[in-house]
């Protein structure tokens, strides 16, 4: 029996079934992952589990964690996925939730996140309150190089329309102290997401546009690693940045 994953179900007062649900498999796999010790799911579902549960995924599957632990200079990679549409919604909501001290977002339009993730904007207010540092950087709708990124993605809904859609969301956090957002042209090609000493990093593709680009997961182990490269690149184009408003509310 995997006794760690039934004593979290329990203690979240959650059947078989309620699992299944929140993780998109059928009751039976739920099942098999209770009653057979040694079946480790695939990583997509025990992130969800874990999400669902409020554990820790190497709680609940500790051979997982141990297979996948590494030494070398890539041991910050905790995931890769061919596209960022393949990241599990879930992934980013444990992430934005778990999140205590900095969270970045540094995506072109940072569009889908309100698409995809429930109440974020209240998220973010939440965070924000409770002394989170949030920070947004987005292309200018009306630069060159969005133009030109337009015509290279030609897709019916626009960048600069979902750039638009993120800076109208972002006018209703403007008065809430701890969130800023800039310009920056800087990003164009490589979306960063920071969540405290975790990190999505996307860069995107010739004739593609966000969803469909590789994606990295990563989480930071040591000091000039991976994490730290991309966080440098993310401050110096905040350094750089212009304001989005004129005044701003959040923290410079």
């Not at 337009?150 to 019916?156: G, L, N, P, R, S």
């Not at 999505?200 to 966000?210: A, D, E, F, N, R």
């Not at 004129?246 to 923290?251: A, V």
Request: with cysteine; net charge neutral.
């Amino acid at each position: 029996m995997n006794e760690a994953l039934q004593q979290a179900m329990a203690e979240a007062t959650m059947t078989d079934r309620q699992l299944a649900e929140k993780c998109g498999v059928d009751v039976k796999t739920v099942a098999r992952w209770i009653t057979e010790a040694g079946r480790v799911p695939h990583a997509r579902h025990r992130w969800a589990a874990a999400a669902a549960l409020g554990k820790e995924e190497d709680v609940l599957w500790p051979a997982a964690a141990k297979k996948a632990l590494k030494v070398g200079p890539d041991r910050e990679v905790v995931s890769v996925y061919p596209y960022r549409s393949a990241v599990p919604a879930s992934l980013w909501r444990t992430l934005i939730t778990r999140a205590g001290t900095q969270l970045v977002f540094a995506g072109y339009t940072n569009y889908f996140l309100w698409l995809e993730q429930a109440r974020f904007g209240t998220a973010l207010r939440r965070k924000a309150s409770a002394g989170c540092r949030i920070r947004f950087l987005v292309g200018d709708p009306d630069s060159d190089l969005t133009r030109a990124r337009e015509e290279d993605e030609d897709v019916a809904l626009s960048l600069s329309t979902r750039i638009r859609v993120t800076l109208a969301e972002l006018e209703k956090l403007r008065s809430q102290d701890g969130v800023d957002a800039r310009y920056s042209a800087g990003h164009a090609h490589l979306s960063v997401f920071r969540f405290d000493e975790d990190m999505i990093v996307t860069p995107l593709l010739t004739h593609s546009i966000g969803h469909d680009a590789p994606t990295l997961h990563l989480r930071r182990c040591q000091a000039d690693g991976m994490f730290d490269r991309f966080a440098s690149h993310v401050e110096e184009l905040w350094r750089r940045g212009t304001p989005v408003w004129t005044e701003t509310h959040g923290q410079a």
